[in-house]
């Protein structure tokens, strides 16, 4: 074996070659082979997670803090003064129906009682004085039932169709001219004599006092409660938007208490504008709706319970009238049993009535709150209390048979004293009291509605203001850190 001889290089070493299988190169894998597994990727994350996360980061920054007082300052003084607005817009709405359309309402109804009442009345005054029958009371009839048509006009026109009030003034609408054509036929028969005129306006009165004077009185009763729900939709107090508004202070105070305490500053000009509009608000709020509560309660005390007693005393009045015309146009032909004794229907009612007439005068002089209102009240309850003087000896000369003589104490002249000058004198007495409590509801009313001009619109200008005055203030505090 030979050896290499001393100090020769080794001979090179070949490259490995890594072993061939048998029958040439691997094949490539296939294109269609399924990849790897790889991880799953994390869920995508809403946004509103997202928000959440960067609110969270904010608001440990005081940055980030500052704008999120700023943002909860601006939506409190701004939700405040949008309650405001809304709610005085709902009450002075109320306050203005009740000053321009309820209460107007519910005086038309009672006027169409009262003239149905008044046609009534003087159509049997008219009766009684014969064939040729006077032309002031022809006229004082016509005059009523022109009213009441005017009045139902106006009533139906303010009215909203299906309602039980349209329906009411729709039924009165057709009973006007079947009593009007009863009149006309009791007119017509009466000027030639015949008895049968008398059967007619017998007719007319039933006709009015069963079916027009309930359907009438009705239509006051809803027109009332119609009143009634507009005084209590305007009186409330605004509770929500008061309590807004002591809230949206509260924090404008906290947020200047906590820039005073880290800065050392005692007053931001833009929340010191904020909460001065939001003081104003709140004051203006409370003020100007304790002052039109003030007020709306005054109309309805001194001028709406004082006018309904007051209509209630003049419809007896009419009624009373018209009953004690008819004692003498039924010549005893209707009567009714009194504890056991027989007496005149007509006259029974006319006691009633005068009952009623009493107790409503003693409640009205008491509801009178000056002399202008217990005046004409006082007259009318004289002229009352001589009429059922007149009254008796206008009774005593029909018991007697004395009919001329007790027509005479009804309506005959002025030598005479009949009962009519009483009943005019009780009406119009009721008229100038009426006229006064009706002056005095349209001030009181007025003053309360006035009382919130100008609140809606005031408070929602405010409230933007002070909204942007505390954004502003805020603002300033966070351009320090910039």
Same mark, same amino acid.
């Given at each position: 074996m030979t050896h290499p001889p001393n100090g020769s290089a080794a001979p090179p070493t070949m490259p490995s070659v890594p072993p061939q299988t048998r029958g040439g190169p691997s094949p490539a894998p296939p294109t269609n082979a399924p990849a790897?597994?790889?991880?799953?990727?994390?869920?995508?994350?809403?946004?509103?997670?997202?928000?959440?996360?960067?609110?969270?980061?904010?608001?440990?920054?005081?940055?980030?803090?500052?704008?999120?007082?700023?943002?909860?300052?601006?939506?409190?003084?701004?939700?405040?003064?949008?309650?405001?607005?809304? *709610?005085?817009?709902?009450?002075?709405?109320a306050a203005d129906d009740?000053?321009? $359309? $309820? *209460?107007?309402?519910?005086?038309?109804?009672?006027?169409?009682?009262?003239?149905?009442?008044?046609?009534?009345?003087?159509? $049997?005054?008219?009766?009684?004085?014969?064939? *040729?029958?006077?032309?002031?009371?022809?006229?004082?009839?016509? #005059?009523?039932?022109?009213?009441?048509?005017? #009045?139902?006009?106006r009533a139906a026109a303010s009215t909203d169709p299906d309602t039980p009030s349209a329906r009411t003034i729709a039924r009165l609408n057709t009973l006007l001219p079947q009593y009007k054509g009863l009149i006309e036929r009791a007119r017509a028969n009466n000027r030639q004599g015949f008895p049968l005129g008398g059967a007619y306006l017998r007719y007319a009165n039933q006709k009015m006092q069963t079916e027009m004077l309930p359907a009438a009185e009705d239509l006051y009763t809803k027109e009332n409660q119609r009143l009634r729900d507009d005084y209590d939709a305007a009186t409330p107090y605004p509770w929500i938007a008061i309590a807004l508004g002591v809230v949206a202070l509260g924090a404008l105070g906290w947020a200047q208490r906590r820039n005073y305490r880290r800065t050392n500053r005692v007053f931001n000009q833009g929340l010191l504008g904020a909460t001065a509009a939001t003081t104003v608000v709140l004051l203006w709020l409370v003020v100007g709706h304790t002052v039109a509560r003030s007020g709306l309660d005054s109309s309805y005390d001194?001028?709406?319970?004082?006018?309904?007693?007051?209509?209630?005393?003049?419809?007896a009045s009419l009624k009373a009238r018209g009953n004690e015309n008819l004692t003498l146009v039924s010549r005893g032909a209707e009567t009714v049993s009194v504890q056991g004794e027989t007496k005149d229907k007509y006259d029974v009612d006319f006691q009633k009535q005068m009952d009623l007439l009493g107790g409503r005068l003693k409640e009205a002089a008491s509801l009178a709150d000056d002399a202008s209102g217990r005046t004409p009240v006082g007259t009318a309850n004289s002229g009352m209390k001589e009429w059922l003087k007149r009254h008796e000896d206008a009774r005593?000369?029909?018991? $007697?048979?004395?009919? *001329?003589?007790?027509?005479?104490?009804?309506?005959?002249? #002025?030598?005479?004293?009949?009962?009519?000058?009483?009943?005019?004198?009780?009406?119009?007495?009721?008229?100038?009291?009426?006229?006064?409590?009706?002056?005095q509801f349209d001030t009181y009313a007025g003053d309360g509605r006035d009382a919130?001009?100008?609140?809606?619109v005031g408070s929602a200008v405010l409230a933007v203001l002070a909204a942007a005055a505390a954004v502003l203030g805020i603002g300033r505090r966070l351009s320090e850190y910039r």
């Open positions: 790897p597994p790889t991880a799953p990727a994390p869920p995508r994350r809403t946004a509103w997670a997202e928000g959440v996360d960067r609110l969270k980061a904010a608001a440990i920054t005081e940055p980030g803090r500052l704008r999120i007082i700023g943002a909860v300052l601006a939506l409190l003084v701004v939700a405040f003064g949008a309650t405001t607005a809304w *709610q005085m817009t709902d009450r002075s709405s009740v000053l321009h $359309s $309820s *209460q107007p309402l519910s005086a038309d109804a009672a006027d169409i009682y009262r003239s149905l009442a008044d046609a009534n009345t003087a159509a $049997s005054s008219g009766f009684l004085a014969g064939g *040729q029958e006077p032309a002031a009371v022809r006229d004082r009839y016509e #005059k009523d039932i022109r009213r009441a048509a005017d #009045k139902l006009v001194h001028g709406v319970r004082s006018l309904n007693v007051l209509h209630d005393a003049s419809i005593a000369q029909d018991d $007697s048979g004395n009919y *001329q003589g007790a027509l005479d104490k009804i309506i005959g002249s #002025k030598q005479e004293k009949p009962t009519g000058e009483c009943f005019d004198q009780v009406d119009q007495s009721l008229d100038k009291a009426l006229a006064h409590e009706q002056e919130m001009t100008g609140l809606v």
